[in-house]
């Protein structure tokens, strides 16, 4: 008798927007920006938005955007 496995999907952690907020230390506002100029790769359910957080520290190790670099576009 031969045993079958099942193929085990890779192991991948979603974030909620505010889960993600809180590792980043960046509002959902600066968040949701990203992911609508395609900077940050998300998931749609719905109405629900889910961040693969490896694509998250992708994200944040690309481009410098730590908060103390983050701007107000109307700031000097």
Request: glycine content about 2%; overall charge neutral.
């Given at each position: 008798?031969?045993?079958q496995t099942t193929p085990t999907a890779p192991d991948r952690r979603y974030l909620t927007l505010a889960e993600a907020g809180e590792i980043t230390r960046l509002s959902?506002?600066?968040?949701?920006r990203a992911i609508a100029?395609?900077?940050?790769?998300a998931h749609h359910v719905r109405r629900l938005v889910?961040?693969?957080?490896?694509?998250?520290?992708?994200?944040?190790?690309?481009?410098?955007k730590?908060?103390?670099?983050?701007?107000?576009?109307?700031?000097a």
């Open positions: 008798m031969t045993t959902t506002r600066t968040l949701r100029a395609a900077e940050l790769r889910r961040i693969e957080a490896a694509d998250l520290y992708r994200w944040l190790e690309d481009g410098d730590s908060p103390s670099t983050l701007r107000h576009p109307h700031a």
